[in-house]
């Protein structure tokens, strides 16, 4: 197992109290395996990934271990975690075309970065290069400001960079949500390429686009006000979803894996619960068309089937509907 994450929970300080984003997540990577993190904005994504690298000073470590190849990283210790920074778990973060600093030259930058880390430029100076071409970059953009390239080369470029060291889990934070159409693509295919030739052994995209985790991702975990909800294989997700608000949330796009479509797409009512003092029980609740008494208890997420689990407490009633 790759990754364990047990029970985890993270909190933003505000003048307000505590944003509670991530309350009580549970769940696994395999080796080798891709999943794709879904769900509405503020549900918590980002959230997630940023806190298995610790990578925001504004949260808080409040409850529950994540462990890496079976051993516990130090996620509530932030000089602790820079040891384990792109070499055991690294990020695309969600803005990465301008996470280069914008003063220095990409390969003085990447010197710097590996020097930091104990290693010299010139012994991964012909690993880059090989790299580099891989995603369709000559060598001369190592002498380049980031300013000099294109929207899509920078994303590139920043994903050769975060897969340098061969991290062990990679987090892809919403990684074509600038992109045009045809980079999309290709970004996501590169995504599946450096999983297949062993640059990362997991991965975890974070994206609110279905579409395109469905084409690379094994399994799919779809999050709600700081909950995982369910989590199944992405065909199963995509072409057989359980809980309420995956259906709805399917519901809400175009038809994932089709060409065309003539379904017509329906809105979500409402909104999410605001974190700061989320309800009680289910937290789909005021959104849900099957909320019942039994809802303002919190459902545990229980397995369906092989691989495939929810939490709600109308799973049988939702199949029925369906």
């Known amino acids: ?12 300080r505000t003048l307000k109290g505590d944003v509670r984003a991530l309350d009580g997540v549970s769940f696994d990577v395999a080796d080798g395996e891709i999943v794709g993190l879904a769900g509405e904005s503020g549900c918590g994504k980002t ?9 925001d000073g504004r949260m808080r470590h409040v409850g529950g271990t994540v462990a890496l190849d079976g051993e516990e990283l130090p996620i509530g210790d932030d000089r602790a975690m820079n040891k384990r920074r792109f070499k055991d778990v690294s990020i695309i973060p969600q803005y990465s075309m301008s996470a280069m600093n914008p003063t220095r030259r990409i390969g003085r930058m ?3 970065l590996l020097g930091s880390r104990g290693i010299a430029y010139r012994d991964l100076k012909r690993e880059l290069v090989q790299r580099l071409e891989l995603v369709g970059l000559p060598e001369k953009v190592l002498d380049n400001y980031p300013i000099e390239l294109s929207g899509g080369m920078k994303q590139r470029m920043v994903m050769v960079i975060s897969t340098l060291l061969d991290p062990s ?17 290709a970004v996501a295919e ?14 975890i995209v974070v994206t609110h686009d279905l579409s395109l985790v469905y084409q690379i991702a094994d399994t799919i975990m779809v999050m709600y006000a700081g909950r995982i909800v369910e989590k199944a294989s992405a065909e199963t997700i995509v072409k057989a979803p359980q809980h309420p608000y995956t259906k709805a949330l399917i519901s809400a ?11 017509k797409l329906k809105s979500i009512p409402g909104k999410p619960p605001q974190l700061l003092n989320p309800p009680t029980g289910c937290r789909f609740r005021a959104r ?3 909320a019942g008494d039994e809802c303002a208890e919190q459902p545990p ?3 369906i089937d092989r691989g495939h689990e929810a939490a709600c407490w109308k799973l049988e009633e939702s199949n029925a509907r369906a």
């Open 110 to 112: 990447i010197a710097d």
């Open 190 to 203: 590169t995504l599946v390429r450096f999983r297949d030739m062993g640059f990362v052994k997991s991965m």
């Open 1 to 12: 197992m790759s990754l364990e994450v047990n029970d985890l929970r993270v909190h933003y």
């Open 301 to 303: 997420l229980v397995g």
């Open 253 to 263: 796009l175009p038809e994932v894996g089709l060409e065309y479509g003539d379904r």
């Open 47 to 55: 959230t997630l990934g940023k806190s298995l690298i610790r990578l």
């Open 288 to 290: 849900c068309p099957l």
């Open 169 to 185: 889990l990679l987090i892809a934070d919403e990684v074509t949500s600038a992109l045009d159409v045809s980079n999309q693509k």
